[in-house]
C-alpha cells in the first residue's frame, strides 16, 4: 500500500538551498520555483501555506565542503537554527549539491553531510523532508577555477546519491534533471540558474511529488467534489440524436 507521508495540510514551507533556491535569476520573486510552490499547495488547501525561503547564493552543504571557503556563508549546517528550526516547518525542502559538485565535494562526503542534516533537522523539529537534485544548467566554468569541478556525468552521481539518502532516511526525492530533460531553454542566459521556465518546471514537479505522497493536499478538493456546482454545460456541442 502507498504510504502516506503527510495527511493533514501544510502550514509552513521552508526552502533551505542554494541560488537558484534564493531565486536567482528568475525576473521576479513570485516566479521562482519556492514561491511557485508555495502557491500550488495553498491553491489546493483551505488554508494557505507560509513560505520561509532561505536560500543563499554561492552556499554549499556543509563547512567539510571544500569550497567552503569560497562559498557563500553560512553552510547549510550552520544556519539550522536560525533559518529552520526558529520557523518549524512541516514541509521542509534541502536544495543542495550543484555548489558542491561545481566546487569539488565528492559524491560520498557530500552524501554523508546531507545524512548528517537531516539527522540534525530532526533532533530540532519533524517536516516531511524533501530532497531535490541538482538542476541541469549548461555553463560549467562560470565562476572561475573555485567552481569549475563539474560536468553533467558528476551531476548524474549526485543524483544517485541524493535519491540513495532520501530513501534511507525516509525522505522524498525529486529528479529535477529529469524534469528539465536537459533542455537548454529552460536555464538563464548565465548557463547556471534557471529561468523563469525552469523555475515554474521545478516547482510543478516537487509539487507532483508531494500530490503522490501527501493526502493532506487533497482534503479540500474530496470535500469540495460532494458539494460542488456542476458547472459544465455541453448542450450546444451535442447533436438532437445525442452523438
Not at 543563499?56 to 537554527?81: F, M, Q, W
Not at 482534503?219 to 438532437?240: F, G, I, N, V, Y
Amino acid at each position: 500500500m502507498h504510504k502516506d507521508r503527510h495527511p493533514t495540510e501544510f502550514r509552513t514551507l521552508v526552502t533551505l538551498g542554494e541560488s537558484t533556491t534564493a531565486g536567482g535569476w528568475s525576473s521576479h520573486p513570485n516566479r521562482c520555483w519556492a514561491s511557485r510552490l508555495a502557491a500550488l499547495i495553498s491553491d489546493i488547501q483551505a488554508h494557505p501555506i507560509t513560505l520561509h525561503n532561505v536560500g543563499i547564493g554561492a552556499n554549499v552543504i556543509s563547512t567539510a565542503s571544500p569550497c567552503y571557503p569560497h562559498s557563500g556563508k553560512p553552510a547549510a549546517n550552520e544556519r539550522l537554527d536560525k533559518h529552520v528550526f526558529a520557523h518549524q516547518p512541516d514541509l521542509l525542502v534541502v536544495s543542495y549539491g550543484l555548489n558542491d559538485a561545481r566546487g569539488g565535494t565528492p559524491p560520498a562526503l557530500f552524501a554523508a553531510e546531507l545524512e548528517s542534516l537531516i539527522d540534525a533537522v530532526r533532533a530540532g523539529c519533524s517536516p516531511l523532508i524533501v530532497l531535490p537534485g541538482p538542476y541541469f544548467m549548461t555553463d560549467f566554468s562560470l565562476g572561475g577555477q573555485a567552481w569549475s569541478c563539474a560536468n553533467l556525468t558528476l551531476f548524474k552521481k549526485f543524483n544517485i546519491e541524493i535519491a540513495s539518502v532520501a530513501e534511507e532516511h525516509t525522505c522524498l526525492f525529486v529528479d529535477l534533471l529529469d524534469a528539465n530533460g536537459e533542455t537548454p531553454w529552460m536555464v538563464h542566459y548565465d548557463g547556471v540558474h534557471q529561468n523563469d521556465l525552469g523555475h515554474r518546471i521545478v516547482a510543478n514537479r516537487i509539487f507532483e511529488v508531494l500530490a503522490k505522497n501527501c493526502s493532506g493536499l487533497g482534503l479540500k478538493t474530496k470535500h469540495a467534489e460532494q458539494s460542488s456546482p456542476r458547472w459544465r454545460d455541453e448542450s450546444t456541442l451535442k447533436s438532437d440524436n445525442g452523438f
